[in-house]
T-cell receptor, first 114, second 115 residues
Framework: AQSVTQLDSQVPVFEEAPVELRCNYS??????LFWYVQYPNQGLQLLLK??????LVKGINGFEAEFNKSQTSFHLRKPSVHISDTAEYFC????????????FGKGTLLTVNP | EAGVAQSPRYKIIEKRQSVAFWCNPI?????LYWYQQILGQGPKLLIQ????????DSQLPKDRFSAERLKGVDSTLKIQPAKLEDSAVYLC?????????????FGPGTRLTVT
């Protein structure tokens, strides 16, 4: 069985500060990892994904994440945040198999203050 | 390319009433998913279709929830009768051919309030 733990339910930061949103996963097989962002009253939008290859993955809006297999982590980072980055962020894992099932974490609310 | 469409966007019903949600996936996407997102939690998969067949419905409360995907395109999710704990956002997602099956594209969701 696969599971995802997002260690922080809320992360408040000031504008232009760096941010890291933490994600740890549990799976007995190779995984594919995703970060999604959800703005208020909207669906989920894919930020970035790790399928294979380089462990440092770059996504949209200046976000990046690093896959660390030994620590089973996939933390999301941005060097300088904007007010518009305020949203809920979800980490998700997909262990492949025949149905590509996604398991989501509970989410981290990032609030960027002026 | 048009995204995943869902309707209605909002619905308020009383407990024990029935409700239906509609989803139209991205054109050509064979796989369609319905998720339930309760406030403060991540989305939970309810049911997954591959074309018009069910791949996974292990977390669908089958005594009150049903879903269909006739003709392998759009889909309907129904709740009958609704309970207070069904208040949530219902998200539809779709994914494409084999090479892109890991990427799921989400619709805007339907926010259901059961009173």
């Amino acid at each position: 069985a696969q599971s995802v733990t997002q260690l922080d339910s809320q992360v408040p930061v000031f504008e232009e500060a760096p941010v890291e949103l933490r994600c740890n996963y549990s799976s007995s097989v190779s995984v594919y990892l995703f970060w999604y962002v959800q703005y208020p009253n909207q669906g989920l939008q894919l930020l970035l994904k790790y399928l294979s290859g380089s462990t440092l993955v770059k996504g949209i809006n200046g976000f990046e994440a690093e896959f660390n297999k030994s620590q089973t982590s996939f933390h999301l980072r941005k060097p300088s945040v904007h007010i518009s980055d305020t949203a809920e962020y979800f980490c998700a894992v997909n262990s492949g198999g025949s149905n590509y099932k996604l398991t989501f974490g509970k989410g981290t609310l990032l609030t960027v203050n002026p | 390319e048009a995204g995943v469409a869902q309707s209605p966007r909002y619905k308020i019903i009383e407990k024990r009433q029935s409700v239906a949600f509609w989803c139209n996936p991205i054109s050509g996407h064979a796989t369609l998913y319905w998720y339930q997102q309760i406030l403060g939690q991540g989305p939970k998969l309810l049911i997954q279709f591959q074309n018009n067949g069910v791949v996974d419905d292990s977390q669908l409360p089958k005594d009150r929830f049903s879903a269909e995907r006739l003709k392998g395109v759009d889909s309907t999710l129904k709740i009958q009768p609704a309970k207070l704990e069904d208040s949530a956002v219902y998200l539809c997602a779709s994914s494409g051919g084999q090479a892109r099956s890991y990427e799921q594209y989400f619709g805007p969701g339907t926010r259901l309030t059961v009173t």
